[in-house]
Each structure stands twice: as C-alpha cells, then as structure tokens.
T-cell receptor, first 115, second 114 residues
Framework: AQSVTQPDIHITVSEGASLELRCNYS??????LFWYVQSPGQGLQLLLK??????LVQGIKGFEAEFKRSQSSFNLRKPSVHWSDAAEYFC?????????????FGQGTTLQVKP | NAGVTQTPKFQVLKTGQSMTLQCAQD?????MSWYRQDPGMGLRLIHY???????DQGEVPNGYNVSRSTTEDFPLRLLSAAPSQTSVYFC?????????????FGPGTRLLVL
C-alpha cells in the first residue's frame, strides 16, 4: 500500500537560514508527488508537484524539491526562510488506482521561524 | 470567482445529531473530494466524485454520506455524529480527475462533536 512519511513533526529555523523538510514515500511505480502548505486557519495551497522528467522541481514562494528514486524521497528545500514561511507542510503522493486524483498525505511538518 | 467555498466554518454537535457540511466550487471542476484532518495524521480521503451523479469511497468513509447532483456542489452528510468525527474537514476540487491537474482546497470546516 502507498504511504508517505514525514519524519520531522516540528522544525524550528532562524529567519534567513536554509530549510529542508523530509518526505519519504512507499510506492511501487513512478509516483506523483506533491508538497502543500497550510497557513494557520487556512486551507492547503500547492507548492509544487513532480510527475516525471527533471528530478529537481521548482515551486512557488522560492521552494524547490528533489525527487530521489533510490532513496524514495522527495525533500522540500528553501535557501533562505522568511518569517511568513511559518506554516504546516504536507507531502502527498497520488494514489495509484484509476488515476482518480486521490491523494495520500503525510502527517505534516510544522515549521517555526525564529526572528 | 470564489474558488472552493465551505460552510459552516465552525460547528458544534451533540452525539447522535445529524448535519450537512456544504462544499461548492464555481470553477466547473469535474472532480471533488472530502478530506478530514486530524493531528498527527495528515489528511485522509473520505469520499470523492469524478462527476455529477458519480461518487465513491475513500480511505475513511464510515459514518459519512455524499451525493453529487450538480457539478458545483458536493455536500458531506453526517447521519449520526460521533465524538470520533471531531475533526477539520476540507473539500477540494480539480478540473478533471488525474494527476496533471491541481487540486484546490476550501478553507475548511471545524467540527466538534460532544
């Protein structure tokens, strides 16, 4: 069965520091991978997605993610974090059955940014 | 263009009560879905619909009913609320079913069942 694991429940970084959020997935074929961000009290917003091709994917707000098949990982990165990046981040994989658009989410990582 | 809207934003129910969570989108999207979000568990799919008149179960469908009589609306019904259904509920829509499309999420409904 497909699954997504985000090993870090909570991460704190200083403003201006670099960020990497980890995501590991379990899937038998080439996965469809996503990163979403949820600001407090808000719905989810898509940051970026990977379907195929270049394994380094650029997203909105200066985020990028790298797909590593050998490590079953899709880690999210940002070179310099801003205070407005404080939010909860979800990694997700597209469920395989019928290409129906079903998403399986990780548990989420809460990012705190120190001034 | 309001995107995906959900009502109410917050609701308190007593065990055994019924209610309907509303979801509407004005983007003419074919695919709509409901998720629940619980601490430490991410989002889990409850039900989804690939078009008007077509619905199917997701990962955690028990205790919930859905229908899709129009393209725009996808209500979620709790027939007899239980404390285990205390959660935040998100509705999402996509232009078409399939991974080439982006899912748009509503702002959520926070439900407390006492």
């Amino acid at each position: 069965a497909q699954s997504v694991t985000q090993p870090d429940i909570h991460i704190t970084v200083s403003e201006g520091a670099s960020l990497e959020l980890r995501c590991n997935y379990s899937y038998g074929a080439t996965p469809y991978l996503f990163w979403y961000v949820q600001s407090p009290g808000q719905g989810l917003q898509l940051l970026l997605k990977y379907f195929s091709g270049d394994t380094l994917v650029q997203g909105i707000k200066g985020f990028e993610a790298e797909f590593k098949r050998s490590q079953s990982s899709f880690n999210l990165r940002k070179p310099s974090v801003h205070w407005s990046d404080a939010a909860e981040y979800f990694c997700a994989v597209g469920a395989s059955s019928g290409n129906t658009g079903k998403l399986i989410f990780g548990q989420g990582t809460t990012l705190q940014v120190k001034p | 263009n309001a995107g995906v809207t959900q009502t109410p934003k917050f609701q308190v129910l007593k065990t055994g009560q019924s209610m309907t969570l509303q979801c509407a989108q004005d983007m003419n999207h074919e695919y709509m879905s409901w998720y629940r979000q619980d601490p430490g568990m991410g989002l889990r799919l409850i039900h989804y619909s690939v078009g008007a008149g077509i619905t199917d179960q997701g990962e955690v469908p028990n205790g919930y009913n859905v229908s899709r009589s129009t393209t725009e609306d996808f209500p979620l019904r709790l027939l007899s609320a239980a404390p285990s259904q205390t959660s935040v509920y998100f509705c999402a829509s996509t232009r078409l079913a399939g991974w080439g499309e982006t899912q748009y999420f509503g702002p959520g409904t926070r439900l407390l069942v006492l």
